[in-house]
């Protein structure tokens, strides 16, 4: 069975530009969260979509936004882009929505701000 | 202070043991995970425990909980080369966002 898969693996932005990252959960997952991991850090947690609705948001500005598709896919979209949004952004599903479904991450995209 | 804190460093020698630490402050975490990360790649599951456990063994892996202490622990037997990687615990339960550490560079040397 196919894991989560992300798109794209690596991309350069230029600041003030936008970007749009997309994710597929595992069959059957119906939760989808989102994370940015800065070098030398662990993962910080953005969104947290489950059914097609939000259902938790991290400390994170406006300019973050996600959405979640009729078939469990989703999007994060990121606004103004700064030099400090270049990360790794990883997306992870579950059956239901965490913390009490064990979460299965992608291997994640790599955005470079410049 | 954080969260969740963890080691940043830990040299092993191949073949030894190598135990990674973890302290937590959200007692009501009802799972406590770890995760391992190889360079440029995403976060692999490794092992999880729930918090009315004390310890969960998964052939080389040996998990431990102290929640008194609110202190977890990885233990990795007969440590090889392929195991160097960043180690992540992350909690979840209690606190509706899953928290997790920054994370233990794990370095095997022969």
């Known amino acids: 069975d196919a894991g989560v898969t992300q798109s794209p693996t690596h991309l350069i932005k230029t600041r003030g530009q936008h970007v749009t990252l997309r994710c597929s959960p595992i069959?059957?997952?119906?939760?989808v969260s989102w994370y940015q991991q800065v070098l030398g850090q662990g993962p910080q947690f953005i969104f947290q979509?489950?059914?097609?609705?939000?259902?938790g948001r991290g400390n994170f500005p406006d300019r973050f936004s996600a959405r979640q598709f009729p078939n469990y896919s989703s999007e994060l979209n990121v606004n103004a882009l700064l030099l400090g949004d270049s990360a790794l952004y990883l997306c992870a599903s579950s059956l239901k929505t965490p913390p009490g479904n064990t979460i299965y991450f992608g291997e994640g995209s790599w955005l470079t701000v410049v | 202070g954080e969260d969740v804190e963890q080691s940043l460093f830990l040299s092993v020698r191949e073949g030894d043991s190598s135990v990674i630490n973890c302290t937590y402050t959200?007692?009501?975490?009802?799972?406590l995970y770890w995760y391992k990360q190889e360079p440029g790649a995403g976060l692999q599951l490794l092992t999880y425990i729930f918090s009315n456990m004390d310890m969960k063994q998964d052939q080389r892996l040996t998990v431990l909980l102290n929640k008194k202490d609110k202190h977890l622990s990885l233990r990795i037997a007969d440590t090889q080369t392929g195991d160097s990687a960043i180690y992540f615990c992350a909690l979840g339960g209690g606190s509706y966002i899953p928290t997790f550490g920054r994370g233990t560079s794990l370095i095997v040397h022969p």
């Open positions: 979509y489950y059914e097609k609705e939000e259902r």
């Open positions: 069959s059957g997952h119906k939760s």
């Open positions: 959200d007692s009501s975490s009802t799972y």
